[in-house]
C-alpha cells in the first residue's frame, strides 16, 4: 500500500472551494458527484441553476451588497503550504471526531484564518443577488473574536472599497458587527443595512453555549469521542468574546443581568468574568455608534425577523439552575423581542434562524429591499402569538445527546443531515410535551 501522500488531510480538507470556484464548478457541471455529496442532488441542482443565472446576468447596481454570516457562519483552519489544501477545523466532523475543538479554545487558537463563508448556508444568497445583478462581497470573518474588533476590520474594509457608497446584508451576529460599524469611520458609506435574525439584545442560545446546554454544542459532542459538552462549553466555547457579547441585555430580560457572575448558577460551565466585562463594554459601543449615526436605530437599517419556531424567551435562576421559557416568539434562536429594532422598517417571515438566508422567500424580498428599500413578499405583522409556553431547565437539556454518533456508519445523507442540523430544537422545547409547564 503507498503511504498518503498528504498524510493528515481529510476528505473534508480535499472538498472545501472558495464560493468562486464553487460557482464556475457548478455553472460548468464539473465535479457533479463530488458536489452533489457536498450539497445533496435537490440543493445541488438548485445551486446549479443559479450559479449558471448568476455568471450570465450583467451587473446592473454601483453599490456592491456586503454579506456578513453569523456566529459560527464562517469556516476557520490554517493555511498549508501548497500544494496541500486548507486544514479546515471548522467545519470538519473527522476532527472533531478527533478532540480537535480544543483547537478553537483563545488565545491558543487565535492563528486560525477565516476560510469563507459555509456554503450550505450563504452560497445560495450570494447566487441570487448576484443573479438580480448585484456585485456581492462575503465578508467572512472570525467569529470567536471579540465584535469591537470585528467592527473595527470591517469599517476599515469598507473605507478601502472604491465604491462611492455599499449595502449589506448581515445574518445574525455579522448584523451587530454591521451596526457597530455604522458609527466608525467607513460607516457612513454604507447606503443600507438589512439585518436578518439579528439578535438586537441577545439570545438565549449564549447562555446555554456558555453553558453547555446549547443544541450545537450538545450535538458537537457527540460527535467528539474525547470530551462531553461541558468540557467543550467550559474549556473552548466559554473563551469566546462573541458569546459573552450575544448574551442577553438587560432590555430583554430585565430581572436578570447576564453580564453579573453572581447571576449565573453557581455549579457547572460558567462565563468568563473579564469577558463579562468586555461584552458590558462592547454594548456601550453599539449604543455609542448609534448616536453616532444620529438615531437609535440608524435609519439605514431594515430587519427580518424569523416567528412561529420553538425559541428560548426567558429564563429564570432557580435552585441553583437556568430555567428557560419557550414559545413560539421567535425564529428557534433569536427571540421575537431582541429581533425587532426600534424605530425601524420590520419585516416577519414564518423562518428558522439558521434557515433565513438560504430562504428562496427571503432572497427575493432581500432583492427588492436593496433595490427600493420595500418589499411586498414578507409580512409587516408578526401574526398571532401562540400561548403554548413550556419550561425546561440545563438539567433536563444535559439529557440530550449524550450517546456518542458512530460517524463511519452513517451513510453521506445522514453526514450532511447532521451537520446541516447542528442547530435543530431539543425534544423538550415541544408545546406539549410530557412534564413540560403549560401556560395559556
Known sequence: ??????????VYDRLRRSDEELTALLAGGAARHELVAVFGASEYTLLA??????????????????????????????????????DLLWLDPQDIIDGA???LRLPEGAGLSALGAIPYSYLALRLRLQA???SVVMHDYDWRADLSGLARALAARLRADPAPEVMMVAHSMGGLIARAALGQPGGERVRRLILLGVPQHGSYGAVQAIRGTYPVVRRLAALDRHHDAEFLAQQVFSTFPSIHQLLPTMELEPSTDLLDAANWPGTGPRPDARLLQAAREFGAL???????????????CLAICGVQQ????????????????????GDGT??????????????????????LPRSATVGRALIELLRSGRTT????????RSPRTVAVSDAELRTTWNEKVDWARLRPAAHRDYLNRLNQAPPQYAPWRTGGTRRG
Open 377 to 384: 413578499r414578507l409580512a409587516r405583522q408578526a401574526g398571532a
Open 49 to 86: 441553476a443559479l450559479a449558471r443565472r448568476a455568471l450570465r446576468a450583467p451587473r446592473r447596481h454601483a453599490a456592491p451588497v456586503y454579506i456578513l454570516p453569523g456566529i459560527m457562519g464562517t469556516q476557520l483552519g490554517a493555511v498549508r503550504a501548497a500544494p496541500a489544501p486548507m
Open 310 to 329: 420553538r425559541t428560548v424567551v426567558g429564563l429564570q435562576l432557580r435552585a441553583g439552575d437556568f430555567h428557560y421559557r419557550v414559545s413560539n416568539a
Open 132 to 134: 438580480a445583478g448585484f
Open 1 to 10: 500500500m503507498n503511504a498518503d501522500p498528504m498524510p493528515g488531510v481529510s
Open 286 to 300: 453599539l449604543v455609542a455608534s448609534n448616536a453616532a449615526s444620529n438615531a437609535a436605530a440608524d435609519a439605514r
Open 101 to 103: 475543538l480544543t483547537n
Open 334 to 355: 433569536v427571540p421575537l423581542a431582541s429581533a425587532r429594532l426600534a424605530h425601524a422598517d420590520n419585516y416577519y417571515v414564518r423562518c428558522e434562524h439558521s434557515a
